[in-house]
C-alpha cells in the first residue's frame, strides 16, 4: 500500500503564479480531502469529495482556490492567482466509507508564495 | 455547526511525566472521536478513535482517551512519556450518519525534554 501520494512536495512560486498541487488517494477508498495547514488556524479543511463529487466546499477560502477530482484516483487543488497569505502546508487525506473510517493522509505540499 | 477545541497549545513535560491533554467539541448527536498524532515534518497519524462501545479506547504507544458524553469531551492520556512522544496531537470529531466532514482542533504541540 503506497499510501496517499501528493505532489510536489515542496513549491515555491511568486505572487500572482498559477499553482496546482496534485494528490493520489489510496485505491479503493472513495472520499477525499483536502485540508490546509498554518499555524494561525491549524487545520481547516478546504473540501472533500465522496465518489468524486464535491460535497463541502465551504471551507475553500475564496474564488481563486478551486478543486476537482477527474476520476477516483486523482485530485488537483488549484490557486490562481496565488498570494503570500496562500502559504501553509496542504494536505491530502482520503479515506474508506463513512463514520468512524479513519483518514489516511498524505505527506502535504509545503507552499511558499513569496 | 461541529467544532473542537483544545486548551492546551504548548505543553512541556519531562520523560516518565504523565499527559493529559484536553479536548472539548461541540455537536449535538451521535460522533466519531479521533486523536491524530504529527511528528516533525511528518504526515497526520491515527492515534486512536471512538465511534461507540467503551467509553474509555486504547491507541497505539500507550496513549488513551476517555469519552466523557456529559462533558463533551475526549481526554488524550499516557501515564509515562517519552521523548519520541514529542510531537504535534490534534483532536478530531466528525458527526454521525453520512457525513464524512473531519474537523480538526488547532492542535497541542507536545516537548519532552529527556
Known amino acids: 500500500d503506497a499510501g496517499v501520494i501528493q505532489s510536489p512536495r515542496h513549491e515555491v512560486t511568486e505572487m500572482g503564479q498559477e499553482v496546482t498541487l496534485r494528490c493520489k488517494p489510496i485505491s479503493g477508498h472513495n472520499s477525499l480531502f483536502w485540508y490546509r495547514q498554518t499555524m494561525m488556524r491549524g487545520l481547516e479543511l478546504l473540501i472533500y469529495?465522496?465518489?468524486?463529487?464535491?460535497?463541502?466546499d465551504s471551507g475553500m477560502p475564496e474564488d481563486r482556490f478551486s478543486a476537482k477530482m477527474p476520476n477516483a484516483s486523482f485530485s488537483t487543488l488549484k490557486i490562481q492567482p496565488s498570494e503570500p497569505r496562500d502559504s501553509a502546508v496542504y494536505f491530502c487525506?482520503?479515506?474508506?466509507?463513512?463514520?468512524?473510517?479513519?483518514?489516511?493522509f498524505g505527506n502535504g505540499t509545503r507552499l511558499t508564495v513569496t | 455547526a461541529q467544532s473542537v477545541s483544545q486548551h492546551n497549545h504548548h505543553v512541556i513535560l519531562s520523560e516518565a511525566a504523565s499527559l493529559e491533554l484536553g479536548c472539548n467539541y461541540s455537536y449535538g448527536g451521535t460522533v466519531n472521536l479521533f486523536w491524530y498524532v504529527q511528528y516533525p515534518g511528518q504526515h497526520l497519524q491515527l492515534l486512536l478513535k471512538y465511534f461507540s462501545g467503551d467509553p474509555l479506547v486504547k491507541g497505539i504507544k500507550g496513549f488513551e482517551a476517555e469519552f466523557i458524553k456529559s462533558k463533551f469531551s475526549f481526554n488524550l492520556r499516557k501515564p509515562s512519556v517519552q521523548w519520541s512522544d514529542t510531537a504535534e496531537y490534534f483532536c478530531a470529531v466528525k458527526g454521525g450518519g453520512a457525513t464524512n466532514k473531519l474537523i480538526f482542533g488547532t492542535g497541542t504541540l507536545l516537548a519532552v525534554q529527556p
Open positions: 469529495f465522496n465518489n468524486n463529487v464535491p460535497i463541502d
Open positions: 487525506a482520503s479515506s474508506l466509507g463513512t463514520g468512524h473510517t479513519p483518514l489516511h
